[in-house]
């Protein structure tokens, strides 16, 4: 058995937000990427296209590449261009590659469990990626023992610490193959694995990728004059030079290797794509269902405008996330748009804590008023959706400071009442704004002087995506795959916990 290869920059593995999390929106879902190209420098490929998903997960990224031998791992802390230098893109040769930016959803954010993670096998090695979040995380963890033997226990004691995600179950249980393939084995175990997934993986010679049969996390196909490509959005295609064939079916496998391409369907497809992917996740240059995401957000602008006039001299975004939908309800409003608010760019995650003084700041790290534009106008004020309500209450005040007259929002989702479990970092239930208080209640707490949400029925017709196919549950508690009791969900599912039936804990090398 091949032992594994991998590579870690310096560093204890802890990350520190340069903003308090509490203040933040909801965060992103991870970035995955896979490439299949004899004769082209994939892990190169293969960093760009996980550049073009930046935005999808700040707290981590890896590379795995294999050259028909062995796979090689490099990962680390930090974003994309940090992780990754000329010399370390150099030393990952291969034809085959699979890459991974990462939000934590299960397991803390950590350097053991950051991605790609490794495993090797009775023949050889893989490595996976994943964009979404498993909900039977135990029951599979469990498989791992029964598969195992508990022998990764015992492995587990001498060699702390340890991963504790749900993709390091799933990897090591498409490890565990006796008498089949890589290919054979996935077969088998997908229909059992349940929540939201789009898998990436390779083992020394194959990519293989797939999506759960509700097709909740995005997942595409693309095509290089040697080679294939996986990726979460058509953005990355489009930064690596790949034309879009089409998405990845939900319940479909792919498989890539030197017979070219081939799918099989494990499960029945039972659409259910996620909703807030056109609010706010997936990059506006982006197709998702066939529909480019910068359209449906100016239409969400648009039936806003309808829906909630103002009286205003002014509309300005919200950066980044806001600007189509303002630009939609400034032409449908005939209010003039402006650039009223200037983001900083590089802000993302940091190793540097910031000072008291600074924290104080708060949203100033990341964004800034252009007093000139605004001092003495009436401002429409558009942004994606109000999660605790702080970041909102912040902007308000500190618009008011540099000379507003007078602050309406507008809200292109509905009010969120209800935590994501498919892969989006939502607070707690008790913790969202819109949970406890109306809309009136809501504006009167950030201060304000109107608020306009969007209404559900409004947002999805802005997709063109018929409503039996979304999901849903953030705005009505609807969950399109049945939720297992609480104890049995979170974040630290396989954290070490006193007051939690102990899981095991497993190894990633």
């Given at each position: 058995m091949p032992t594994p290869t991998s590579k870690r920059k310096g560093g204890d593995g802890r990350l520190t937000a340069?903003?308090?999390?509490?203040d933040q929106g909801p965060q992103d879902a991870c970035g995955v990427f896979g490439v299949w190209a004899p004769g082209e420098d994939v892990?190169?490929?293969?960093?760009?296209g996980l550049y073009a998903l930046q935005h999808r997960g700040q707290e981590s990224a890896g590379i795995a590449v294999s050259n028909g031998r062995q796979i090689l791992v490099y990962k680390?802390?930090?974003?994309?261009?940090?992780?990754?230098?000329e010399s370390t893109l150099e030393s990952l040769k291969g034809h085959v590659a699979v890459g991974h930016s990462r939000y934590s959803t299960t397991g803390a954010s950590t350097w053991h469990n950051a991605q790609p993670t490794f495993h090797p096998t009775a023949t050889g090695s893989i490595a996976l990626a994943h964009n979404g979040n498993l909900i039977n995380t135990p029951e599979l963890a469990q498989m791992v023992v029964s598969a195992e033997g508990g022998e990764h226990l015992d492995l587990q004691m001498r060699m702390p610490p340890a991963s504790t995600n749900d993709t390091s179950v799933v990897t090591q249980l498409l490890a565990h193959h006796p008498g089949q393939t890589v290919e054979e084995r996935a077969a088998e175990l997908l229909p059992q694995i349940q929540g939201a997934y789009?898998?990436?993986?390779?083992?020394?010679h194959t990519l293989y990728a797939a999506r759960d049969p509700q097709g909740i996390r995005p997942l595409v196909l693309g095509r290089l004059e040697r080679g294939w490509v996986i990726a979460s959005e058509t953005a990355a295609l489009d930064i690596v030079g790949?034309?879009?064939?089409?998405?990845i079916e939900p319940g479909e496998m792919v498989a890539v290797d030197e017979d070219g391409l081939r799918t099989q369907q494990f499960a029945e497809p039972a659409p259910k794509h996620c909703l807030f992917e056109f609010v706010y996740l997936a990059r506006p240059d982006t197709l998702i269902t066939g529909q480019r995401v910068h359209s449906v957000r100016v239409e969400i602008g648009r039936k806003l405008a309808k829906a909630f006039p103002a009286d205003a001299d002014l509309v300005i975004p919200v950066p980044e996330s806001g600007t189509p939908s303002a630009i939609g309800y400034a032409e449908a409003s005939g209010i003039p748009y402006g650039m009223g608010l200037v983001k900083n760019s590089y802000v993302g995650r940091t190793f540097i804590q910031p000072s008291q003084t600074i924290r104080q700041l708060g949203i100033r790290l990341k964004l800034n008023p252009l007093r000139d534009v605004?001092?003495?106008?009436?401002?429409?004020?558009?942004?994606?959706?109000?999660?605790?309500?702080?970041?909102?209450?912040?902007?308000?005040?500190?618009?008011r400071e540099a000379g507003a007259r007078e602050v309406h929002v507008r809200i292109s989702s509905p009010p969120v009442k209800w935590p994501c479990f498919y892969g989006i970092d939502f607070a707690t239930r008790a913790e969202l704004i819109a949970n406890g208080l109306t809309s009136d209640e809501i504006c009167r707490s950030i201060d304000a002087d109107s608020l306009g949400y969007i209404s559900l029925e409004d947002l999805v017709e802005a997709t063109s995506v018929p409503n039996d196919d979304l999901c849903r549950a953030c705005f009505d508690g609807v969950y399109p795959i049945p939720l297992p009791e609480p104890e049995r969900l979170?974040?630290?599912?396989?954290?070490?916990?006193?007051?939690?039936?102990?899981?095991?804990?497993?190894?990633?090398p």
């Open positions: 340069a903003i308090d999390p509490h892990a190169k490929l293969t960093y760009f680390d802390m930090g974003l994309v261009s940090q992780v990754f230098d789009s898998f990436v993986w390779m083992d020394e790949a034309s879009f064939i089409r998405e605004i001092e003495g106008k009436r401002l429409v004020v558009v942004d994606d959706s109000i999660v605790r309500g702080n970041t909102q209450r912040a902007l308000v005040r500190m618009l979170g974040k630290g599912i396989l954290e070490p916990s006193a007051d939690r039936v102990a899981l095991p804990v497993l190894n990633n």
